[in-house]
């Protein structure tokens, strides 16, 4: 707290690299994640310190009294609503299954008897894989970044990835990864903001607060145009 009018600082806490959501460039926190809380921020009066960790790590940092906020394209789950709350929903998203790029073998989960399928640790798509293993008959390995489930599958050490839909099409477009996404989506979520339950309703409140008025300002659209606009 403080008392000379300096403003409110606090941690948030977002995936190591995760674009469009977050990720570096030229030694700098980009990505629709931060710009949205730096602008809420903004608009809020409070000021924002960006740590980047591996998602699995947020709400274990946040438990530890370590980070005020987490982020990283975090979807609401009621899992989750156990230990945090959520903002309103900011973004909608949902899992894919990813192969590599020409593979004819799997079109979907029916395809994957036998298989290795690559999964992020503390993620939905971690989640919806260990429910659905045994079911589906594949195996999973378990890696704490995006990067590396996709290396995973780029190398041949997994036959499959599940990942976010909004993140895997970007990475595909951009990054010119090997890969291709097969079939329906698995699933459907929102992102939303987090803070520690219970703990936070102030804080909850003027991200709310903030959010809702980047949405009609028209910032918020302005912000998701600049990473996914086609123009
Ligand atoms: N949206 C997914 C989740 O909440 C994945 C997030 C991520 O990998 N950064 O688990």
Known sequence: ASGDGAKELYKVGVDTTYPPFEFQEDGKYKGIDIDLINAIAEDQGFAVEIEAMDFGGIIPAMQAGELDIGMGGMSITDERKKTVDFSDPYFEAGLSLVVAKGNSEIASLEDLKGKVVAIKNGTT?????????????????????????????????????????????????????????????????????????????????????GLASLKESGKYDEILDNYLGTE
Do not use: C, W
């Open 125 to 209: 798509g971690a989640k919806f894989a260990e429910e659905h293993k045994k079911e589906y008959g594949f195996k999973t390995i378990q890696v704490s970044d995006s990067t590396s489930m996709f290396q995973e599958v780029s190398n041949g050490s997994a036959d499959a990835l599940i990942e976010d839909y909004p993140v895997i099409t970007y990475a595909i477009a951009k990054s010119n990864l090997d890969l291709q996404v097969v079939g329906d989506r698995l699933n459907g979520d929102n992102y939303g903001i987090s803070v520690l339950k219970g703990k936070h309703d102030e804080l909850l409140k003027k991200i709310n607060n």
